[in-house]
């Protein structure tokens, strides 16, 4: 037999009542205010919100405690950086790409990223059992991210690397097609603007290795990483057309991106994640969020 009292509260200078009873669940003595769920459910605060989330997911497949996690303004990512990413030496971390992945998708829609790179997006897309469309300028970055891409079919999954300038990427994927768009583009002259070795500095001061630059991603005139930076954002906004016109309706981008110094022109700072919402939001996409990644 379950005895139940009632107990005065107080609350925005109004007198109220609670019930008092034993938790179904765990037996332990509790109260709540009546017809509230609790007092329906005859549960104490900590079983109640151990109770499953059965609230619609219509963006992607994350309970809202794990949605709330990964909403921070600012994130790390801590990761190990693959042999094949050393060769592209400007990716972002995979847990990264999981991340945003799962964020904004569920398994099986189709994620697409216009400057593949030697892969990272895919290789995160293919795992959780997202399809995957990469498009790659070099030749030798896309034969490379291929390599990790081939058990897709075997997953049940479509994952296709297409060699070509990300301006095209209309000719090659449908209207409509892509679910979740994540990428990281070039920047501009970027790798040619900084000093032979990020740590000449300390060279003559300690037995600290020098780490070679990244190369540049080719010698091609239509890599956006050889262009001047006023004709590399106008091929940036470019892509976010093309972008706009593969991705389904109410559906996200994320670009990763980072600011830099260009010394070498006498510029101290670029302020490129500026520049690239404003090439989004010319092509008729809308800023949603900023995240700092740490």
């Known amino acids: 037999m379950q005895q139940e009292s009632e107990i005065p509260s107080e609350g925005n200078g109004l007198r109220g ?8 669940s765990c037996g332990l003595d509790t109260d709540a205010p009546p017809s509230t769920q609790r007092a329906e459910r005859r549960v104490c605060r900590e079983c109640f919100g151990k109770g499953e989330d059965r609230r619609p997911r219509q963006l992607n497949e994350l309970t809202g405690g ?23 030496g400007a990716c972002f971390p995979k847990s990264l ?9 569920k398994s099986g829609e189709t994620v697409l990223d216009p400057f593949l790179g030697v892969g990272t997006t895919l290789d995160a897309a293919m795992e959780l059992g997202r399809n995957g469309i990469g498009i790659e300028l070099n030749p030798e970055f896309a034969d490379i991210a291929r390599k990790d891409l081939k ?23 449908k209207q409509e097609s892509v679910d979740f768009i994540l990428t990281s583009p070039p920047y501009s002259t970027l790798l040619k603007s900084v000093k032979g070795n990020f740590a000449y500095k300390w060279r003559e001061h300690s037995t ?27 091929a940036i906004e470019d892509v976010m057309k093309a972008s706009l016109i593969v ?6 981008a994320v670009w990763v991106v980072k600011d830099y110094r260009d010394l070498k022109n006498k510029i101290p700072y670029v302020n490129f994640h500026g520049d690239v919402i404003s090439a989004a939001s ?3 996409f ?9």
């Open 97 to 105: 790409a999981f991340q945003q992945i799962e964020i904004f998708t």
């Open 208 to 234: 600290l290795n020098p780490i070679s630059n990244p190369r540049p991603y080719s010698s091609k005139t239509e890599d956006l990483g050889n262009m001047p930076y006023d004709s590399f954002l106008e």
């Open 282 to 284: 010319s092509a008729g």
């Open 286 to 294: 809308t800023l949603w969020d900023i995240r700092i990644y740490d």
């Open 247 to 252: 991705l389904r309706r109410d559906c996200y």
């Open 66 to 88: 794990e949605w709330a996690r990964a909403s921070k303004s600012v994130q790390s990512y801590p990761d190990t950086r693959l042999e094949k990413q050393r060769v592209h």
């Open 151 to 173: 058990y897709a079919e075997q997953l049940g999954l479509s994952h296709e690397v297409i060699v070509d300038d990300a301006r095209n990427l209309t000719k090659h994927v």
């Open 17 to 24: 009542k609670r019930q008092r009873f034993a938790c179904s």
